[in-house]
Nanobody, 115 residues
Framework: QVQLVESGGGLVQAGGSLRLSCAASVSIFSFNTLGWYRQAPGKQRELVAAISSGIRNYADSVKGRFTISRDNAKNTVYLQMNSLEPEDTAVYYC??????????WGQGTQVTVSS
């Protein structure tokens, strides 16, 4: 059973930082693409950041503030979030996509940024 387990969410003040972690139960080499999405109340889920073959993509709203990275030895993908804004408040989800195993989502972790 492939599982993605997220951690690191919490409550921070505007301007603060958090690092989210997503630990996979299989080698992250299994995934062609790893990404972070977020969903705020009443809004659609949106892509925040993704990494594939060493190439990183970010939503315009987080460019320069967020960084996605991976640690293959730990089978973990991270999202470093700096200069957080109230607009970043959302549930953040980890996603892994594999042509062999399919698409998998983490359970989500809440990030709340106070003004």
């Amino acid at each position: 059973q492939v599982q993605l387990v997220e951690s690191g969410g919490g409550l921070v003040q505007a301007g603060g930082s958090l690092r989210l972690s997503c630990a996979a139960s299989v080698s992250i080499f299994s995934f062609n693409t790893l990404g972070w999405y977020r969903q705020a109340p009443g809004k659609q889920r949106e892509l925040v950041a993704a990494i594939s073959s060493g190439i990183r993509n970010y939503a315009d709203s987080v460019k320069g503030r967020f960084t996605i990275s991976r640690d293959n030895a730990k089978n973990t993908v991270y999202l470093q979030m700096n200069s957080l804004e109230p607009e970043d408040t959302a549930v953040y989800y980890c996603k892994g996509t594999s042509p062999y195993l399919g698409e998998f989502w983490g359970q989500g972790t809440q990030v709340t940024v106070s003004s």
